[in-house]
């Protein structure tokens, strides 16, 4: 076996200053002998990785951040990429269905992490609308992905409004031409998990593609009605104009069926019906080796059909369980009679409260949602000690849903930002990283997200940093304009309001400080990180019920009709949710992040995360204060740990094992209090080459300590999402 | 009259005026003698060098090569009087030389591969030098092109070893060195493990026969490297493979050790190369010889004696890669080539 140190692969790279180019490979003459002139030893060259091009060294970066790459992609065996993102430090994951899922760092989400920032290829996939990431809709498939860089800590000074907790930056994989030809993937496996993913790339002169599709289906958790198929078709398109510029085309749409609900009358069973598609071009023009330019245009669309009708009034009356002891007929006019205190019958309830005997219908998540984005960068290296990248951008959301918002049309906000940072290198052992970004939303005032970061590096191998960095996360369009009513056979019909908007919200603002250590030995193939931190969140957007807020009075004046119609709103919900900026969070704690490779066949990777969280969010108002509070304590894990472990042997078998461990935490809103989790997954996989072609075959067994709970625990609502060991078989082939 | 103050130094027999006087006779005995030798040396290069320069083109890098030429001249005629007083340099393209231009030159120098067939075509052959001859990877220079081999000739390529010297000094500690050439033009197995020995380094090579595999080769070489060697083939390193190849390599954290200047500019970590100036002092090192020497030195193609060693910090900064000065780097390759 060799023992070979490989001393490269513990250099991570941040890329945020990335930018690729493309052309395609091209061998001047196949014939291998021609003589070569003078002129291509001193003759100019296009300049490819020009400074402003190029990334940070982990050395130089000012915060902490942890790399997933190709190699650890494939020992984990992950299928997606939520499951990749338990391997950070500090990381919760929640599946809150089968395909769908949540992921935060530092705790304090539900189904949508909104303080988390997510960018494809420079693309920010955060959903306007209603915050977080619809994981299961992007897409992009895990082999695709070359790296993903998550910033653990803010990082709005870059990034902006939303780089809140941390940064997930996932970089696809190759660029087009990289990996000319045909690949296929199949999955297939227990929960009826069957996947089907195949690309193709080439090149025509200097225009390189690469086309993938995808579909694939799974039964999800045992006790829910969870199964999904997705379908998606992707385009990266790279146009090579002259030495000095390229434009990128990418565009991709999914289609998705979600099932859902659980039994409740309001959330009971059905399919989600999810769209989504983006496009995205970006023109890059190199001024100069030191001076680039960039602008880019994306669009992301989203919608998810979602529209639930419940059985008429008078089957749901029938259905009521205190209702239970008197003969199927007469329930609907015992419990007009009961409303109304002895007034109505059920005909002249429906009557006098303006009501027909129809299905209630409502829908949670039925919406659309656009974001358009424009941005400018310019990135210079004005001298080798100082590299400055600013920008500004321009940003409009819409969201549009009457069964949200209670109006047909679109809400938009727009947004400008300028930003501008720097790196500067006082001297070798000294790196300062200064910068900010001001952004400004309609309707809201201008805010500032500045970060200072200062990295010495004691020796070659041995960097201190320290860094302060403020960050805002926007309220939602959902947080600053829901209006979700409980509507009678159709939209519009008011009957009950189940959240409302109260206010103009702020935004909640983190101040994050760091101590970092980073050890780089290449010799021995280690890097080891460590970060001490604290981070105070204020001003926290927090969901509560409001028992104040009224419910629509359907044009009544009757005193009767009216305190019946109260009293039957109050039997749907009394009050309603609603949000508001109250509340606030402390959270102190340390961070390890170990990559170990001490032979390119060997990996090991480490991540732990303690964090002590406290702090408090309004919990109750009543008569306009705040009766109570909730203690946010156990909204985080305590602890998250991860080790991923592969060694690939000489025959190309190659064995890798995942443990993560989050120690017991509240999942927000509807989620419950999930118990410790941990989950341990083994893959096997054998690499093999026949002529013309590479393949792989692999067997990954996950949760193969089944049994724990993942996001819904709620045995009353017959409601526990409960991962079981399953198998999957996996096979690629690429043909060259 | 110093002669008539030594005998009257004599006759009066003082001792101070007769040291005075044998100092005086040395100091005269001392002139006369530089006078007669330099008489003579005088006498055997009165006679004016002439020295033709043939471009192979009209590139402002001949014209570099050939004013560097001039200044190592004069620097060189400065330091030693004893062999030039005069020196005519011109330079010239072919098709602007004059009809007789062969017959009345000292020493023929050609810049190019275009400018040495050119003289050979004219069957000179004699007191020349070819100078910046690129040389396939593929080729010993031992039984390299017949043109060259009679003559004076220096490649404008570096040796395997010294360019592998700089790639592991480039790895930050790594020893694999990958590197991708046309099947056709791979270095011969025996040169590639003398140069593991001598190293102490790990050579991959991959070959690449056809365009459609570039992409994968490298993709894999690059799994089993910690510094991708470019070796000088056109078909592998050319416009519109570079993007690509620096691209790749940066994504996977692998740094390129290149072979010009320009590379290193586009993206490359490093380049061992030899400048203009470089090539120019190799030139006169062994014009010089052919002046000043009665019998013609030991001919055949050479690789160059100088070089320089270009960094792009900005890379390296960002491959996490410490690198020292360019100087040292080339002090350190100097020292290893030492015998």
């Known amino acids: 076996m060799q023992l070979l140190i490989h001393p490269l692969r513990y250099r991570r790279l941040l890329s945020s200053l990335v930018v690729l180019p493309a052309i395609c490979f091209q061998i001047g003459n196949a014939a291998g002998s021609d003589p070569i002139s003078e002129d291509y030893f001193f003759g100019e060259l296009p300049v490819v990785l020009s400074a402003t091009r190029l990334s940070q060294s982990l050395a130089d970066t000012p915060t902490a951040m942890t790399i997933i790459d190709k190699e650890m992609i494939r020992a984990s065996g992950s299928r997606n990429i939520p499951d990749l993102l338990r391997l950070v430090p500090g990381f919760a994951v929640g599946f809150y269905s089968g395909s769908r ?33 619809a994981w299961a809709d992007m897409p992009i498939e895990v082999d695709e992905i070359a790296r993903i860089e998550v910033i653990r800590g803010p990082n709005a000074a870059a990034y902006g409004s939303n780089s809140f907790a941390g940064v997930v930056n996932i970089i696809t994989t190759d660029h087009p031409a990289d990996r000319p030809g045909a690949m296929l993937k199949t999955i ?59 434009v990128e085309f990418r565009v991709g749409f999914s289609r998705g069926n979600y099932g859902e609900g659980w039994s409740d009358i309001f959330q009971q069973t059905r399919v989600l019906n999810n769209r989504y598609n983006f496009q995205q071009i970006a023109w890059t023009h190199q001024q100069s080796p030191s001076n680039e330019f960039r602008l880019q245009f994306y669009h992301n669309y989203q919608q998810i059909e979602d529209s639930y009708r419940s059985p008429i009034i008078s089957d749901i009356i029938k259905g009521l369980d205190d209702l239970q002891g008197f003969p199927e007929p007469i329930r609907p006019d015992i419990f007009a009679l009961g409303l109304s205190g002895g007034n109505y019958n059920f005909q002249m309830f429906l009557d006098e409260l303006k009501l027909t005997d129809s299905p209630l219908t409502l829908s949670w998540l039925g919406f659309e949602s656009d974001r358009y984005d424009l941005e400018f960068q310019q990135t210079l290296q004005t001298s080798d000690n100082l590299r400055l990248v600013w920008g500004a951008g321009a940003r409009q959301d819409q969201g549009k849903s009457v069964w949200i918002f209670h109006q047909r049309d679109s809400i938009t906000r727009d947004q400008l930002r300028l930003f501008a940072n720097a790196e500067w290198h006082i001297s070798p052992a000294w790196v300062v990283n200064a910068g900010g970004m001001v952004e400004r939303f309609e309707d809201k005032d201008p805010f500032f997200s500045p970060r200072l970061a200062i990295n010495h590096h004691m020796d070659q191998h041995n960097t201190i940093r320290a860094s302060a960095s403020r960050a805002y996360r926007m309220p939602t369009l959902l947080e600053d304009h829901i209006n979700l009513v409980v509507f009678l056979d159709e939209p519009l019909n008011d009957v009950n309001t189940w959240v409302l908007a109260t206010g103009n919200l702020d935004p909640q603002s983190i101040d994050s400080f760091e101590l970092g250590y980073l050890g780089s030995f290449p010799e021995a193939g280690l890097t080891l990180d460590l970060k ?113 472990g592969s060694h690939r042997f000489d025959s190309g078998i190659q064995i890798s094992s995942a443990y993560y461990y989050v120690g017991e935490m509240i999942w927000g809103s509807e989620g419950d209090l999930v118990p410790t989790f941990r989950r341990w997954d083994v893959r096997l996989g054998k690499q093999f080459t026949l002529p013309g072609m590479d393949g792989e075959i692999a067997l990954i067994g996950q949760n193969l300590n089944g049994g724990h709970v993942d996001f819904f625990n709620a045995p009353n609502r017959d409601l526990v999402n409960r991962w079981e060991t399953r198998f999957f078989l996996q096979a690629s082939l690429g043909f060259r | 009259m110093f002669t008539n103050g030594k005998l009257t130094a004599l006759q009066t027999g003082n001792t101070l005026s007769v040291l005075g006087r044998f100092c005086r006779v040395l100091l005269l005995l001392f002139l006369a003698q530089h006078f007669i030798v330099g008489y003579v040396y005088s006498q055997d290069i009165e006679r004016q060098q002439n020295i033709l320069i043939i471009k192979s083109g009209k590139a402002t890098v001949y014209d570099k090569v050939v004013s560097a030429i001039e200044h190592y001249f004069i620097l060189y005629c400065g330091n030693h009087p004893d062999i030039c007083t005069e020196t005519d340099i011109t330079s010239s393209i072919p098709t602007d030389l004059k009809p007789e231009w062969s017959g009345h030159n000292d020493l023929i120098i050609t810049l190019g591969t275009k400018a040495a067939k050119f003289t050979r075509n004219h069957g000179v052959s004699k007191k020349t030098i070819h100078a910046m001859i690129p040389m396939l990877p593929n080729r010993n220079p031992n039984i390299s092109d017949g043109i060259f081999q009679e003559t004076d000739t220096i490649y404008l390529n570096q040796p395997l070893e010294r360019s592998l010297r700089l790639a592991k000094l480039s790895t930050g500690g790594g020893k694999r060195i990958g590197i991708l050439v046309h099947k056709n033009n791979a270095p011969s197995e025996s040169i590639l493990r003398r140069s593991e020995n001598n190293l102490g380094v790990t050579i991959t090579l991959a070959e690449v026969e056809d365009s459609k595999e570039l992409g994968s080769k490298l993709g894999k070489l690059l799994g089993r490297s910690d510094a991708l060697l470019a070796l000088p083939d056109a078909n592998i390193h050319n416009r519109k493979t570079i993007s690509n190849i620096l691209t790749s390599t940066y994504r996977k954290q692998v740094p390129v050790v290149g072979f010009s200047a320009a590379y290193v500019k586009a993206g490359a970590i490093s380049a061992v190369h030899s400048t203009p100036d470089d090539i120019a002092r190799h030139i006169v090192d062994l014009s010089t010889s052919h002046l000043s020497a009665k019998n013609d030195l030991i001919k055949g193609p050479k690789y160059p004696k100088y070089f320089s060693v270009s960094v792009n910090r900005k890379v390296a900064r960002s491959l996490g890669i410490k690198l020292p000065s360019e100087t040292r780097l080339r002090d350190q390759i100097i020292a290893g080539e030492a015998p």
């Not at chain 1, 899922?101 to 209603?130: K, W």
């Not at chain 1, 289906?217 to 000095?244: I, K, M, P, V």
């Open chain 1, 532 to 644: 001490l931190f604290h981070e105070k969140i204020d001003n926290v957007i927090n969901e509560f019920r409001n028992f104040d807020i009224p419910d629509p009075d359907r044009g009544l004046t009757d005193p009767i009709a009216l305190a019946t119609l109260n009293n039957f709103s109050d039997l749907v919900q009394e009050g309603a949710d609603t949000y508001i900026n109250s509340g606030e969070a402390t959270i102190n704690g340390l961070e390890v992040n170990l990559d170990f490779r001490p032979t390119p066949r060997d990996l090991i990777f480490l991540g732990y995360g303690y964090a002590n969280t406290y702090g408090q969010e309004a919990f109750l108002i009543l008569d306009g204060t705040v009766q109570s509070r909730n203690d946010i304590s156990d909204n985080a894990a305590s602890h998250t740990f991860s080790i991923l």
């Open chain 1, 188 to 246: 297939i496996g227990e929960g009826n998990a069957r996947k089907i993913y195949g690309r193709y790339a080439d090149s025509i002169g200097d225009f390189a593609y690469r086309i993938s599709a995808n579909y694939e289906e799974y039964d999800g958790f045992e006790e829910r009605e969870d199964s999904a198929d997705t379908r998606w078709f992707n385009f990266h398109g790279e146009q090579t104009l002259d030495n000095d510029d390229t």
């Open chain 1, 101 to 133: 899922a949540t992921a935060t760092y530092h705790g304090m989400a539900d189904q949508y992490a909104r303080d988390m920032q997510v960018l494809i290829d420079g693309r920010s996939v955060y959903d306007p609308a209603f915050g977080g990431v």
